[in-house]
């Protein structure tokens, strides 16, 4: 019976490829381990959210939120693009220069986190332990957010099984422990030494085991090779930095303009938007694999597909949440039941998901130039709205920012396919 289902299954999937125009046994091969591995994620984050919005004050979990978000926008300011050159590189078959990337990126990482380490000294001296512990842990754990590296070295290597299998350490055990750790107490400082302390180790973990089942030898590295990845992981650290600090410029302003509870309702209408979305970019390790060893023509051919492809899936996931937003907050996060229509609002900037995919055919072709072009522009109007309508406006402004950004984002990335993908090559 199981056979028959299988082959049955494999029949149906050859009869796709005629629309899909990609080898869709391997794709479904590897898009089912991603996608599992992303349904536990978002299953296990969704307890750790529930487990949040009833064991924690609206103003506990906007200082959490906070910190978290200080985190973020520390780890900008490291060679964090080394992620994505690593991806390229592993994808065109040099892995062993991986450690080699670990090194650079810890210690690019090193001024941030000292100048986090004499902020969290000053909220001390001023008598705030509780921002004064959470820096401190901020500090520690950017100098080791090279430990994501493993899944450049899976993912570009195409073995998204043993992507699955070893980012589970890091997915379970952190949001286990945090659980453990809110039925316990509220105490922030304990809820900070648990987060950071446990996903160093998780993450430790999950590096150590995908570098010995990738058979990584450092004696065997390409230099050239990786040379060539870290100058562009520097070009991609900029333009990635600059994305990832914007990323968190809205909570940070939320907490210095309106305070902790309005920086919890703002991540509870955001936080189920960003698991869709993360559903999604499933596709992009694939994606990005592929992309890195095509030609430009080919991806000339290929990105409007795949864009109408992913727009009917968003599509989709749009309308479902639309539509149970009310029912899943009424029901999980009774408390914050005046993020529901902020919620279904954010919903929409899922129909622009398929800029994903102009974005990884930059990022996958080394387009650096065109990169620092598109990613200044999207993020310098990112901050201005951020900057000029939070204040103004608190929460709505917030909101409307960020669906201004992810409109204006979508409408430079076309336009930039435009000109550079969808004119003919003399």
Excluded at 16 to 44: C, H, P, Q
Excluded at 268 to 296: C, D, Q, V, Y
Excluded at 326 to 339: G, R, T
Excluded at 388 to 395: F, R
């Amino acid at each position: 019976m199981l056979r028959q289902i299988r082959d049955k299954t494999i029949k149906t999937l050859r009869w796709s490829e005629r629309y899909a125009k990609t080898d869709m046994v391997e794709f479904a091969t590897n898009n089912t381990w991603l996608f599992v591995g992303r349904i536990i994620a978002v299953g296990s984050g969704v307890v750790l959210t529930i487990a949040f919005a009833n064991l924690l004050t609206p103003t506990a979990f906007g200082t959490y939120k906070y910190i978290i978000a200080t985190a973020g926008f520390v780890g900008a300011f490291s060679l964090a693009g080394l992620a994505t050159s690593a991806t390229r590189m592993v994808a065109q078959g040099y892995k062993n220069g991986i450690p080699h990337l670990f090194s650079v990126f810890m210690l690019s990482s090193i001024p941030a986190s000292v100048l986090t380490a004499f902020i969290s000294i000053y909220y001390f001296y001023m008598g705030n332990s509780v921002l004064g512990s959470g820096m401190a842990f901020v500090a520690l754990g950017n100098m080791f957010n090279g430990l994501v590296l493993n899944k450049s070295l899976l993912s570009g290597s195409g073995d998204f099984k043993a992507l699955f299998w070893y980012g589970m350490p890091r997915t379970i055990i952190p949001i286990a422990a945090m659980i453990g750790t809110l039925f316990v107490t509220n105490n922030l400082i304990i809820i900070f030494s648990v987060y950071f302390l446990v996903n160093l180790a998780a993450g430790w973990v999950s590096y150590t085991l995908s570098m010995r089942h990738a058979e990584v030898d450092a004696s065997l590295e390409n230099k050239e090779v990786t040379r060539e990845a870290i100058r562009f992981g520097f070009h991609m650290s900029i333009m990635g930095g600059i994305g990832v600090a914007a990323a968190q410029i809205d909570q940070l302003l939320l907490w210095h303009f309106v305070g902790p509870i309005e920086l919890a309702v703002f991540t509870f209408a955001i936080a189920p938007i960003r698991e869709i979305k993360g559903m999604l970019e499933n596709f992009s390790p694939i994606i990005f694999s592929r992309f890195a060893i095509r030609t430009r023509d080919e991806l000339r051919t290929s990105i409007p597909l795949r864009a109408k492809q992913i727009f009917l899936v968003s599509l989709v996931f749009t309308a479902l949440y639309i539509f149970a937003a009310p029912y899943i907050f009424s029901i999980l996060f009774p408390q914050y039941l005046s993020a529901v229509f902020l919620s279904q609002l954010l919903a929409l900037t899922i129909l622009l998901q398929p800029k994903s995919v102009m974005e990884n055919a930059l990022s996958a072709q080394g387009e650096t130039t065109r990169r620092y072009m598109i990613i200044a522009a999207t993020q310098v109007l990112k901050v201005v709205l951020s900057a000029s309508l939070i204040p103004l406006y608190g929460l709505n402004g917030a909101i409307a920012g960020l669906l201004l950004m992810e409109l204006g984002s979508a409408i430079i990335l076309a336009v930039a396919y435009t000109f550079f993908y969808g004119r003919p090559q003399k």
